[in-house]
């Protein structure tokens, strides 16, 4: 059965079922949701079932689709897009769970977010230049609508800046795949990963401009400014997607296609891209620090997370030893796993905060830990896991990362004073909002229903899971890492 | 020899004849036997091409193209024609001399095939005042003051460029010797002549195909013309001043320049278009408007020719999407009103035609897996094949200025709370919007289809 596809294709479906119903009242709107997500993220772990290929890629479906350009309907997984694939699979399940209350418009709203799913699932597994990037698009056109119509006081403008912004940052990338088309005559990732087809100074303008759209995706400071606005306006189960999922995009698009693609190009970069990522992490640490609105810290620490992923690819690419080289890549793809899971957790936890008390502002809260101990202790949790704290799932992929990073370019490592950072504006965060007297908006405030409960007790438990024995992820990943590092 | 070459111009007897007949039923004021007529005389016309559509030969002496360029051209400018009828009747159905403007259709369609196979210099001049002089008299048809103004300058317009352009081809004729196209080789290194018949080409098709500068009567006569027409003249005279340009350029050496010259005007074209549309408030003329950028977008496939074998097919699937997607966002321009305004709440009122909407304009400005994504991939990839990546970095950065143009249609509609205004949507529209949506979504999610 070619799983790949029926996963891909299964949310979209659905969504266009719902779009033909007659009558949609928002129960069985949201019973599809769950149906459907549910069902998806099923077959993403029958997929996981299935394993993947000690090399290359593994469960291949192939259709024809405009064969005068050897463009086609090509899926496959390998280490790097199954952990996401996963990681896609869940968040999306949990979130339709999360936004089973959603009254406003829900058939709409649900259809919006089964597309991005197919989308989100399609890019991560397309294996066909062309194909990559529809998907790469079609999420932009989700996610704007998703923002611009179930959004915050601010939605329309930061959903017109996100999609601008975004788009702008994702046609060059077209250059780039064109390009290869042009050189190649097909467009067959495995052939370009194969052979890579172009070099010299071609292979050099492909490189800025495939740089150029991950560094907005990912985002890469100084490309991160559509960032902050668009995560604040969006509803919560958009932020989540958005963190979770859609910034993987960009490194999981930096690891695949420049990496992969234009290996002695991207190596030339590597120095100025792992510059980047340090100063990215860097400065999506201090920026969070200067944050007073929760789900702005939040999107500000993504900016410092994401960097140490480019950190760890760069460094990849610029060291001498395949095992240095294997331990950046781990560490890196485990990186975008734990970020989806633990970013995941906090805008669920602050949409859930918001949602009581309509307000976001740290200053409008104090003490809440005794008046709401699950949500209390649930924000504590997922916040030392984002600070890095050994045994969550954040530890073992920045200690391999940066590991890799002292024994390559060991200046690449001042990233590092980013967790101090970090940690000094989750402890604060966390003492103002959960710590001292009950004051400010948290009176009478019900702690988290059962629902809720759900969605986070999965995540924390992979959290600790994740932490404790990162092999369950890791082994997967490294199978194809130490491929690619050799 | 005569018969052989009638053969092949059966497409256009035919619809030469089905222009006759919608005048006598003109004449008899029966406007919609006309129109029938009018259908009927275009879908055969269509599925006459179907067998010389791999043809490559010429009839009269060279001067007339079949070609597998003017043949999949009447594929685009055909349905497009019957697309505008069935507009036509939806917009001015029961008014007076109805049947006029549909007859007047064909003959322009007509001349509009005529430019896309012409192989010789005199029939584009001929094409040009065939689909000129039926336009003006379109574009007057509301006889009010905004109409007649509009097909006034119009009329001034394409009476100066036309001129301009029978006068400077005759330097080109002066060098060759000949009026064929597939003569200008000889003018290799004499460059002053080679400009001066440039010059002339670009400013005639120039201002039929609304390139800037010859754009000025554009956003005017589409405004003052009904819906209907404006959507016409946008897509069918457009796309054969494009299709007449490719067959007078083919046949010009590159080192000519111009592949310079017409990637500079496409740069400002498509630059100027949408910065314009950027401050309409008048959904036809913030169409219009974004209709001269995309003349910019036609451009890149005409620079590319010589250089890249995608050039053609980029040109022809550009031009098919372009009309789907330009005709079906007209239409609802036609069901929602003129102004921008009428759109608010327009989405959440009437959700299918909105979705239809959001369609098309996400279709214009390249987004995936719309017709018109498949459209400028192939124009990029022209372009960067040719040696022109600078123009593919301009096209994609307009690509996101065309987004900010259109956007400022989908937010009103889905923005404020939906206004319930009855809107009519006869049988005719219906059908425009659903060709139109399903060539939208269908191209684009299967352009195989297509891109044989």
């Not at chain 2, 009269?60 to 070609?67: A, E, S």
């Not at chain 2, 299709?243 to 320049?257: I, N, S, Y």
């Not at chain 2, 169409?287 to 005409?302: D, H, R, T």
């Amino acid at each position: 059965m070619p799983l790949l596809s029926i996963a891909t294709l299964l949310p979209l479906l659905a969504g266009l079922a719902l779009m033909l119903l007659p009558v949609r009242p928002a129960r069985i709107v949201h019973g599809v949701s769950i149906a459907a997500t549910g069902a998806t993220l099923l077959l993403t772990l029958a997929i996981r079932d299935r394993g993947i290929a000690p090399e290359g890629f593994a469960q291949l479906e192939e259709a024809a689709w405009i064969p005068v350009i050897g463009a086609a309907w090509r899926l496959g997984v390998d280490g790097l897009s199954l952990p996401l694939v996963l990681l896609t699979g869940l968040l999306f399940f949990l979130s339709a769970i999360y936004s089973a209350r959603i009254g406003d418009r829900p058939a709409t709203y649900v259809v919006l977010m089964l597309m991005l799913e197919s989308a989100s699932l399609g890019t991560f597994m397309a294996l066909d230049g062309l194909l990559f990037y529809v998907f790469f698009e079609v999420s932009l056109v989700g996610m704007y609508f998703m923002i611009a119509g179930w959004g915050h006081e601010d939605r329309q403008r930061a959903a017109l800046m996100f999609f601008l912004y975004t788009l702008l940052g994702s046609l060059p990338l077209l250059l780039a795949i064109i390009g290869l088309h042009l050189a190649s005559g097909t467009f067959d990732m495995r052939a370009w990963i194969g052979t890579p087809p172009l070099g010299g100074t071609a292979a050099m303008l492909a490189l800025v401009a495939m740089l150029f759209t991950f560094a907005v995706k990912t985002p890469v400071f100084p490309f991160h400014t559509w960032l902050p606005a668009a995560h604040v306006q969006a509803p919560t189960a958009g932020s989540v997607i958005l963190a979770g999922v859609m910034l993987k995009f960009g490194t999981y698009g930096l690891v695949r296609l420049p990496f992969q693609m234009l290996p002695d190009a991207f190596a030339a970069a590597a120095p100025v891209v792992l510059a980047f990522g340090a100063f990215s992490a860097l400065y999506g640490a201090f920026a969070a620090l200067a944050q007073s609105d929760l789900k702005k810290m939040i999107a500000y620490t993504s900016v410092n997370h994401m960097g140490y992923v480019v950190i760890g690819v760069a460094v990849a690419a610029l060291a001498a030893e395949p095992r240095i080289r294997t331990i950046a890549l781990d560490g890196a793809t485990l990186q975008m796993v734990s970020h989806g899971l633990v970013t995941g957790a906090l805008f669920f936890l602050v949409g859930m905060l918001q949602d009581r008390a309509h307000s976001r502002a740290m200053g409008d809260f104090g003490g809440l830990l005794g008046r709401v101990p699950w949500l209390g202790w649930a924000f504590i949790l997922s916040a030392f896991a984002s600070l890095g704290l050994p045994g969550l799932a954040h530890f073992p992929a920045e200690f391999q990362i940066f590991l890799a990073t002292f024994n390559a370019r060991p200046w690449g490592a001042v990233a590092l004073l980013g967790i101090v950072v970090t940690a000094a504006l989750y402890l604060r965060a966390i003492a103002i909002v959960f710590l001292g007297p009950e004051r400010g908006r948290g009176r009478g405030m019900p702690d988290l229903d059962r629902r809720e409960r759900l969605v986070i007790g999965v995540l924390l438990v992979l959290i600790v899971l994740v932490g404790v024995m990162p092999g369950i992820v890791l082994d997967v990943i490294h199978r194809t890492m130490s491929g690619l590092a050799g | 020899m005569m018969g052989r070459d009638l053969s092949f111009l059966l497409p256009e007897l035919f619809l030469a004849g089905t222009a006759m007949l919608m005048i006598v039923a003109e004449m008899l004021r029966a406007p919609r036997l006309g129109m029938t007529i009018g259908l009927a005389g275009l879908a055969a016309a269509t599925l006459l091409t179907l067998p010389v559509l791999d043809a490559e030969t010429t009839v009269f002496g060279g001067t007339y193209r079949i070609d597998t360029l003017s043949g999949w051209a009447k594929l685009v400018l055909l349905p497009g024609t019957a697309l505008a009828l069935l507009m036509v009747r939806a917009e001015i159905g029961g008014r007076l001399r109805e049947g006029s403007v549909h007859a007047l259709i064909v003959m322009v369609t007509l001349g509009a095939l005529m430019l896309a196979g012409a192989g010789d210099m005199m029939l584009v001049v001929l094409g040009v005042v065939l689909t000129g002089l039926g336009s003006f008299a379109l574009v007057a048809w509301p006889r009010d003051d905004a109409a007649t103004e509009a097909a006034m300058k119009f009329l001034i317009f394409g009476a100066v460029t036309g001129g301009v352009m029978t006068y400077g081809l005759t330097f080109w004729f002066g060098g060759t010797g000949s009026t064929l196209f597939a003569d200008l080789g000889v003018l290799t290194g004499r460059p002053l002549i080679l400009a001066a018949g440039l010059t002339a080409l670009i400013v005639g098709l120039g201002y039929k195909g609304a390139l800037v500068p010859f754009h000025f009567w554009v956003p005017d006569a589409y405004q003052g013309a009904p819906v209907s027409i404006a959507a016409y003249l946008s897509v069918v005279t457009k796309a054969a001043a494009f299709f007449a340009l490719t067959q007078a350029l083919r046949d010009l050496p590159r080192e000519a320049g111009w592949p310079m010259a017409l990637g500079l005007i496409a740069a400002v074209t498509m630059t100027f278009g949408y910065l314009a549309a950027l401050v309409q408030t008048n959904l036809v003329r913030l169409l219009a408007y974004s209709s001269i950028a995309q003349s910019g977008y036609f451009l890149l496939a005409v620079v590319a020719l010589g250089a890249s074998e995608m050039a053609l097919p980029a040109l022809v699937t550009f031009a098919a999407a372009y009309a789907a997607m330009n005709l079906g966002a007209f239409a609802v321009v036609l069901v929602a009103g003129r102004e921008l305004p009428d759109l608010e709440g327009f989405g959440r009122a009437h959700p299918w035609i909105g979705l239809s909407m959001v369609a098309f304009l996400l279709s214009l400005t390249g987004i995936p897996p719309l017709f018109g994504f498949f459209g400028k991939l192939g124009l990029f990839a022209a372009a960067i094949d040719a040696g022109h990546l600078w123009l593919a970095v301009i096209g994609i950065v307009n690509s996101v200025l065309g987004l900010g143009v259109y956007l400022r249609l989908v937010v009103p509609m889905y923005a404020a709370p939906g206004r319930r205004r009855a809107v009519r949507v006869p049988l005719p529209l219906f059908a425009v919007l659903a060709i139109t949506l399903a060539a939208t979504l269908g191209a684009g999610i299967w352009p195989g289809l297509f891109l044989r």
